[in-house]
């Protein structure tokens, strides 16, 4: 008799086993909302923070201790500038200034003589369209601020297009190559 409970007992736990799990009921979703179409006239367009009104923004401003291809550039002390802001505040001055050509301006940011034959801001003026070439405003136009090279000469943009200084009376552009 022991047998038969014992087979029975497992006829029904295998049939048992071998029945489909009961199908999960099906709950609907709630239907997809989409938000409403935004005007493109309410789109702001947003621009970078300046750092405490300077017009420098927070990338601008930042650390350049390293390059972004891991090399190491001159200190600021060996190129001969000690207030790196200032001079950085300096260049955005400097990119406003070539962007609205003028001349007068930036006339007074040159240390003289320039060269050979620029003797003084007259000169400077006269000459400005050939000395601020193309090239050369691309270059202060293209500044990039967190990789400024520099070396025992001071400090210049792209290509040594334009070269900068700090001294006595500030900063100042030291040599213009177009």
């Known amino acids: 008799m022991k047998k038969y409970i014992l087979s029975f007992t497992i006829l029904v736990a295998m049939a048992a086993c071998n ?8 709950t609907p ?3 997809i909302q989409t938000p409403p179409p935004v005007a493109k006239d309410t789109i702001k367009t947003v621009t970078p923070p300046t750092l405490f009104g300077t017009g420098l923004t927070l990338e601008e401003i930042k650390d350049d201790s390293t390059f972004t291809d891991g090399s190491i550039p ?23 200034l070539v962007l609205g050509n003028s001349k007068e301006q930036i006339a007074t940011m040159i240390r003289y003589p320039l060269g050979r034959s ?6 400077f ?30 400090a210049m943009t792209e290509n040594g297009r334009v070269w900068f200084s700090q ?9 213009v190559n177009n």
């Open 19 to 26: 029945q489909p799990a009961p199908s999960p009921v099906a």
């Open 29 to 31: 979703l709630p239907p």
């Open 74 to 96: 001159t200190s600021w002390a060996v190129a001969g500038f000690t207030d790196v802001k200032g001079f950085k505040l300096f260049l955005k001055q400097l990119q406003q």
């Open 118 to 123: 620029i003797k003084g801001e007259k000169e």
């Open 125 to 154: 003026i006269k000459n400005y369209d050939r000395l601020f070439t193309k090239d050369v405003k691309l270059s202060v136009a293209a500044i990039n601020f967190s990789e400024i090279f520099r070396n025992s000469k001071g």
């Open 167 to 175: 001294g006595e009376n500030g900063f100042k552009i030291i040599a």
